[in-house]
Nanobody, 115 residues
Framework: QVQLVESGGGLVQTGGSRRLSCAAS????????MGWYRQAPGKLRELVAT??????NYADIVKGRFTISRDNAKNTVYLQMNALKTEDTAVYYC??????????WGSGTLVTVSS
């Protein structure tokens, strides 16, 4: 069983930076896809970024501002968020997908960007 625990959310001003972390427990292989989704109030959950081995994928709206990285030794994935905008305000969810297609979610961490 995999458990995902996010941290790093909080209040940040427009233009500021924040780093989210997600620690995974259980049997984790580097071939598993890990990443981040987010859900703003009244909106559907949307992809932010994913990483599998050294391959990364970003939503167009965060490209150039967010960077996803992974420390396989710590079973941890990070999301460095720079140049934050008010529209980045959301609950950010950690995501893991095994090679068998099983998906796990964290409970989420709230990021609020104030103007």
């Amino acid at each position: 069983q995999v458990q995902l625990v996010e941290s790093g959310g909080g209040l940040v001003q427009t233009g500021g930076s924040r780093r989210l972390s997600c620690a995974a427990s259980g049997t984790i292989f580097s071939g598993y896809t890990m990443g981040w989704y987010r859900q703003a109030p009244g909106k559907l959950r949307e992809l932010v970024a994913t990483i599998r081995f050294d391959t990364t994928n970003y939503a167009d709206i965060v490209k150039g501002r967010f960077t996803i990285s992974r420390d396989n030794a710590k079973n941890t994935v990070y999301l460095q968020m720079n140049a934050l905008k008010t529209e980045d305000t959301a609950v950010y969810y950690c995501y893991l997908r095994t090679n068998y297609g099983t998906v796990y979610w964290g409970s989420g961490t709230l990021v609020t960007v104030s103007s």
